[in-house]
């Protein structure tokens, strides 16, 4: 009879540890405990068991917390390290679009309308300089090869006039009137709309640079093609087109009358356009 009530008790243990039972068979196994070395020894057994193995299951759950934690904070820093280049990408296109869109205002709308102004170009082969006033132009060419070419836009007629110095060849062939009179800037970045800005902007390289003592914007597309404009007024006063290299320089509302006459042909073959 001890035996099978021994084996009742043992089997209530369990839930006895873990407080599930009722008061009633708790008062029935702790008077079975107070007289029963046994069952008094399988508890005393469970409880050590079970003590023990707490610190392995709170172990168990603290190293799974600290890897929790270092792959949050390195999931964190990876997450902040996308948010500051998406930033900083954003800002850097945010800036090359004002600029570009600014030059783009610039060529279309400021500088477009300007018609009294002196330009003189440097390149490495050739020096040019233009006078225009209104709708009248002359254009000099001096190459280093000894060669003196001008262009002269008049009111009726358009006249290219060569002189090979080396050779005393000259010779001036005159046009119809219609070829296009020049402008202030001849950029590479043709008029474009909003898309065409993104675009570009998103294609270029856009940095700072001082050109013959002026804050300077450099607009880098590739290898063969750049372009400086000041910061002040995005006016182009560097050039970079493959092999051409070409450094600018302007002077506004200086141009008189005097300035665009006629150069004088005497001794010049003259002839005509077909």
Not at 16 to 23: H, N, P, V
Not at 147 to 155: C, D, K, L, V
Not at 170 to 175: C, G, L, P, Q
Request: glycine share 2%.
């Amino acid at each position: 009879m001890k035996e099978k009530n021994c084996k009742v008790i043992q089997d209530l243990l369990p839930s006895y540890i873990d407080k599930l039972t009722s008061d009633e068979t708790n008062k029935y196994i702790e008077e079975h405990l107070s007289n029963c070395v046994d069952c008094s020894n399988v508890l005393n057994n469970m409880q050590e068991e079970l003590n023990s193995n707490v610190p392995k299951i709170e172990r168990r759950e603290v190293d799974y917390l600290k890897k929790f934690n270092i792959r949050l904070k390195l999931f964190k820093s990876i997450l902040m390290i996308i948010v500051i280049l998406i930033v900083l990408f954003m800002g850097n296109l945010t800036r090359k679009i004002y600029i570009i869109r600014q030059y783009d205002k610039a060529n279309t709308q400021n500088y477009s309308m300007i018609t009294n102004f002196y330009a003189k170009i440097i390149e490495e082969n050739a020096i040019v300089e233009i006078w225009r006033k209104d709708d009248i132009a002359l254009s000099k060419v001096i190459s280093t090869n000894g060669r003196i070419e001008w262009t002269y836009w008049g009111e009726d007629s358009t006249w290219t006039i060569c002189n090979e110095i080396s050779s005393n060849y000259k010779e001036a062939v005159k046009f119809p009137k219609g070829l296009p009179i020049p402008t202030v800037q001849n950029s590479l970045i043709q008029p474009l709309n909003i898309w065409g800005i993104i675009s570009f902007a998103f294609n270029s390289k856009i940095t700072t640079e001082n050109v013959n003592g002026e804050e300077c914007y450099r607009i880098h597309l590739d290898e063969l093609f750049e372009e400086y404009v000041t910061k002040k007024d995005f006016l182009m006063v560097k050039n970079i087109n493959g092999s051409s290299n070409q450094m600018i320089h302007y002077k506004f509302d200086i141009v008189t009358d005097e300035d665009l006459k006629m150069p004088d042909l005497t001794g010049y073959t003259v002839k005509e356009a077909d």
